[in-house]
């Protein structure tokens, strides 16, 4: 169904940054035809929606460039601490058991409704398969996104080199029985693991309309092979999709490309030939001037992940220096249990203030413009999605909001865009439209029986239960060995702190 928006407020985000107080928006076949004052007025309704826009805002779907769904069932479970040590209670490295595809499609219908409920409308979600990927699990993957009527696009996070070999010191601190257990843990090799996205690629890339698609991730360069980072980086190349990688999100992170290869994995990547256009760059807490000068010279984007950088404590990252170099910058969640929640909105706000603590020079701390072009133009461009979404312009995709401004953040209003980006937490959204459709209307999501889902999940609790006490288990026997690792690696010098403290005296 064709749909007609009636004199709303618009905020367009596009080239021009244009702004109407009062203007129409014509939607056909998912696309935006016509937009502006009184465009309507001559047009005949037919069978369209008309939708009142008097007293509200439409702006560009929020684009969420950064989220790991295969955790999307841990909010709130985890203790807080270092990535290295979190990641043991969220991902054993010892798991060898696949989920069945109707887990896997709760677990990601769960995410999906979360977020369009809160006003994005598009997902870059960097899913793990844990052990390795399987046809039942990654197509359950993707029809929930199919039927949730998102748009998303998805990789295949995998690694493929044993656990000890992603960490500085761990190797020597581990015990003979642990070690051997870890080798025994199944591993794609990269012809495997090329085959499984070519596969995944044939099936799913550019399907629903092109409103679900596929990306290729090779989780962080230290967590697979040389030859496998170089593989992926031919699969991004010959299909033209982004490739995700996380880089230096740690200081532990800094001291292993130091220890395993004499130099920031930043300058590893760049020196391999994989850190082009096409390269996500997720993180990029603890780089440096040089580590920002290859990112701005290859034309990468850079994911900010604020929220779950202070959550587990990983530092802040250096964003008015990635801004000047003019690094493109997106925001993301990351995942449910390092923000407890799906809000983007909290995340932009998050971003809007933790670089306050980080440099004096209040020139330098983010503007409410370049927040909401981070939640918007510049995820679009971190998925090449750059010509498609991201603003409203005539010939986009029709993804957009409408926000009710006769609410309490809005109320006075004297800046429409400060108030998005910090009073604003999605509690006005009146309207989520991807692609042209109506998915969610007055905090109901169309096209997913809610109160059905939250039933089935609320079904899984013993089963979340048992194996949230099995993966504590597994955890707490590797933890003390991690731990050390972890405080070998942060007392060693790296040349730089990305930390608020410790504060002196």
Same mark, same amino acid.
């Given at each position: 169904?064709?749909?007609?928006?009636?004199?709303?407020?618009?905020?367009?985000?596009?080239?021009?940054?244009?702004?109407?107080?009062?203007?129409?928006?014509?939607?056909?076949?998912?696309?935006?035809?016509?937009?502006?004052?009184?465009?309507?007025?001559?047009?005949?309704?037919?069978?369209?929606?008309?939708?009142?826009?008097?007293?509200?805002?439409?702006?560009?779907?929020?684009?969420?460039?950064?989220?790991?769904?295969?955790?999307?069932?841990?909010?709130? #479970?985890?203790?807080?601490?270092?990535?290295?040590?979190?990641?043991?209670?969220?991902?054993?490295?010892?798991?060898?058991?696949?989920?069945?595809?109707?887990?896997?499609?709760?677990?990601?219908?769960?995410?999906?409704?979360?977020?369009?409920?809160?006003?994005?409308?598009?997902?870059?979600?960097?899913?793990?398969?844990?052990?390795?990927?399987?046809?039942?699990?990654?197509?359950?993957?993707?029809?929930?996104?199919?039927?949730?009527?998102?748009?998303?696009?998805?990789?295949?996070?995998?690694?493929?080199?044993?656990?000890?070999?992603?960490?500085?010191?761990?190797?020597?601190?581990?015990?003979?029985?642990?070690?051997?257990?870890?080798?025994?843990?199944?591993?794609?090799?990269?012809?495997?693991?090329?085959?499984?996205?070519?596969?995944?690629?044939?099936?799913?890339?550019?399907? #629903?309309?092109?409103?679900?698609?596929?990306?290729?991730?090779?989780?962080?360069?230290?967590?697979?092979?040389?030859?496998?980072?170089?593989?992926?980086?031919?699969?991004?190349?010959?299909?033209?999709?982004?490739?995700?990688?996380?880089?230096?999100?740690?200081?532990?992170?800094?001291?292993?490309?130091?220890?395993?290869?004499?130099?920031?994995?930043?300058?590893?990547?760049?020196?391999?030939?994989?850190?082009?256009?096409?390269?996500?760059?997720? $993180?990029?807490?603890?780089?440096?001037?040089?580590?920002?000068? #290859?990112?701005?010279?290859?034309?990468?984007?850079? @994911?900010?992940?604020?929220?779950?950088?202070?959550?587990?404590?990983?530092?802040?990252?250096?964003?008015?220096?990635?801004?000047?170099?003019?690094?493109? @910058?997106?925001?993301?969640?990351?995942?449910?249990?390092?923000?407890?929640?799906?809000?983007?909105?909290?995340?932009?706000?998050?971003?809007?203030?933790? $670089?306050?603590?980080?440099?004096?020079?209040?020139?330098?701390?983010?503007?409410?413009?370049?927040?909401?072009?981070?939640?918007?133009?510049?995820?679009?461009?971190?998925?090449?999605?750059?010509?498609?979404?991201?603003?409203?312009?005539?010939?986009?995709?029709?993804?957009?909001?409408?926000?009710?401004?006769?609410?309490?953040?809005?109320?006075?209003?004297?800046?429409?865009?400060?108030?998005?980006?910090?009073?604003?937490?999605?509690?006005?959204?009146?309207?989520?439209?991807?692609?042209?459709?109506?998915?969610?209307?007055?905090?109901?999501?169309?096209?997913?029986?809610?109160?059905?889902?939250?039933?089935?999940?609320?079904?899984?609790?013993?089963?979340?239960?048992?194996?949230?006490?099995?993966?504590?288990?597994?955890?707490?026997?590797?933890?003390?060995?991690?731990?050390?690792?972890?405080?070998?690696?942060?007392?060693?010098?790296?040349?730089?702190?990305?930390?608020?403290?410790?504060?002196?005296?």
């Amino acid at each position: 169904m064709d749909i007609i928006i009636r004199n709303a407020r618009i905020l367009t985000m596009d080239q021009n940054d244009t702004e109407y107080d009062r203007a129409d928006i014509l939607i056909a076949n998912g696309i935006i035809e016509k937009i502006g004052p009184d465009v309507a007025a001559s047009v005949e309704p037919g069978n369209a929606r008309i939708i009142d826009g008097e007293g509200k805002l439409v702006m560009p779907g929020l684009i969420n460039a950064h989220f790991h769904s295969p955790v999307n069932f841990l909010k709130g #479970a985890l203790v807080d601490a270092p990535l290295e040590l979190y990641m043991l209670y969220e991902v054993p490295p010892l798991q060898c058991k696949t989920v069945d595809s109707e887990f896997a499609y709760a677990r990601t219908m769960l995410g999906a409704v979360e977020l369009l409920k809160q006003g994005v409308t598009t997902n870059h979600d960097d899913c793990f398969f844990v052990p390795v990927p399987t046809d039942e699990e990654v197509n359950a993957v993707m029809n929930a996104y199919t039927d949730a009527g998102i748009r998303a696009s998805v990789t295949l996070c995998q690694v493929n080199v044993r656990e000890y070999e992603k960490y500085p010191f761990l190797y020597e601190l581990l015990p003979d029985d642990i070690r051997s257990e870890m080798e025994n843990v199944p591993l794609l090799s990269t012809e495997e693991l090329v085959g499984h996205y070519e596969t995944f690629i044939n099936r799913w890339h550019g399907t #629903a309309d092109n409103r679900i698609r596929c990306s290729i991730s090779c989780s962080a360069p230290q967590r697979v092979t040389p030859d496998c980072l170089r593989a992926l980086d031919d699969l991004s190349r010959k299909y033209d999709i982004p490739y995700k990688m996380h880089i230096l999100e740690t200081k532990l992170q800094r001291v292993l490309g130091q220890v395993k290869h004499g130099k920031s994995f930043i300058q590893y990547v760049k020196d391999e030939g994989v850190l082009t256009d096409r390269s996500v760059v997720i $993180h990029s807490v603890w780089v440096d001037d040089d580590d920002i000068a #290859a990112m701005a010279e290859s034309g990468c984007s850079v @994911i900010h992940n604020p929220i779950s950088n202070l959550k587990i404590g990983s530092g802040v990252m250096p964003f008015r220096r990635l801004k000047e170099a003019g690094i493109n @910058i997106a925001l993301g969640i990351d995942e449910v249990p390092v923000d407890d929640g799906c809000n983007l909105w909290t995340v932009g706000k998050t971003a809007g203030l933790v $670089h306050k603590i980080a440099d004096p020079e209040y020139r330098n701390w983010p503007h409410e413009d370049e927040i909401l072009d981070m939640l918007t133009r510049g995820g679009a461009r971190s998925m090449g999605l750059q010509d498609q979404v991201g603003m409203l312009a005539e010939g986009y995709r029709a993804d957009m909001l409408l926000i009710d401004l006769d609410t309490l953040p809005f109320t006075p209003l004297h800046n429409l865009k400060r108030a998005l980006v910090f009073c604003e937490n999605g509690g006005s959204l009146k309207m989520t439209i991807v692609d042209g459709r109506i998915v969610v209307e007055d905090g109901e999501v169309l096209n997913v029986d809610e109160a059905a889902l939250r039933a089935q999940i609320r079904g899984y609790a013993s089963r979340l239960k048992t194996e949230l006490e099995q993966m504590t288990v597994s955890a707490d026997r590797l933890a003390p060995y991690y731990r050390e690792m972890y405080l070998k690696a942060v007392s060693c010098d790296v040349g730089m702190n990305r930390w608020a403290g410790p504060m002196m005296p």
